[in-house]
């Protein structure tokens, strides 16, 4: 476990700017809605919340699928796999830095929400972040997959397909879209949770990493990507 926090770390490390652009990014959408003379309207936060959703998944889900293929130009791939750590490890570290970079940035959704929508409870808030977060996890798993062995635009093209298309049916299945059907309660404030949805989706999330770790055990880091 120390080898996967460890990479984890590093990567965060790696892509710290982003990681501050995704916590500022709430709050700057926020003041699009602010007003020292009156309280931003419901609806107003709502059609925001939705924009936040939508682009913290999206951009979780490319973080996920450049990020073999960026070690991997780098060459610093070959460096890591040589002290002995798996590439097992090396992937599951990738997608904790995914998860935590989600996590962070759900945070500061609810965060921002919660200083416009004046008595937003907090079982709300929390909810919004469990919602984000692990519809996030599900398209970052997905896109790590692909991205073994498609390049990383296409990878993501497709994760981001699988997350955003169920969106324009009335009901997400929890079961084939469990992504689309958290980020409809993440979007809209619900005052429950769909636990089957959580459920599947860090199921479904583990499976995808398991298939991904199957598939870059043979896949040669050596070969020059340029």
Not at 84 to 112: E, N
Not at 128 to 154: D, E, K, R
Not at 206 to 219: K, Y
């Amino acid at each position: 476990m120390r080898p996967v926090l460890l990479l984890a770390g590093s990567f965060i490390r790696q892509n710290r700017w982003l990681l501050l652009a995704f916590i500022v990014w709430p709050f700057l959408l926020g003041a699009f809605a602010w007003s020292p003379q009156h309280h931003a309207r419901r609806a107003e936060v709502l059609e925001i919340l939705q924009q936040e959703v939508f682009y913290g998944v999206a951009v979780v889900a490319f973080l996920a699928s450049s990020a073999v293929y960026n070690e991997k130009r780098s060459r610093r791939i070959i460096g890591v796999l040589s002290k002995g750590v798996s590439r097992g490890q090396y992937l599951w570290g990738l997608l904790f830095a995914c998860a935590a970079f989600a996590l962070i940035y759900f945070v500061a959704v609810a965060s921002s929400v919660a200083l416009l929508l004046v008595g937003l409870s907090l079982q709300s808030s929390v909810f919004l972040v469990l919602a984000g977060f692990s519809a996030s996890f599900w398209a970052a798993a997905l896109a790590l997959l692909f991205a073994t062995f498609l390049h990383p635009f296409l990878a993501a093209a497709i994760a981001g397909s699988a997350a955003f298309a169920p969106l324009a049916f009335s009901k997400a299945n929890v079961a084939v879209a469990s992504a689309a059907a958290l980020m409809q309660v993440a979007g809209s404030l619900a005052a429950g949770l769909d636990w089957p949805a959580v459920l599947a989706a860090w199921f479904e999330g583990v499976v995808f990493t398991l298939a991904a770790i199957r598939i870059f055990a043979a896949r040669d880091v050596t070969v020059s990507i340029e």
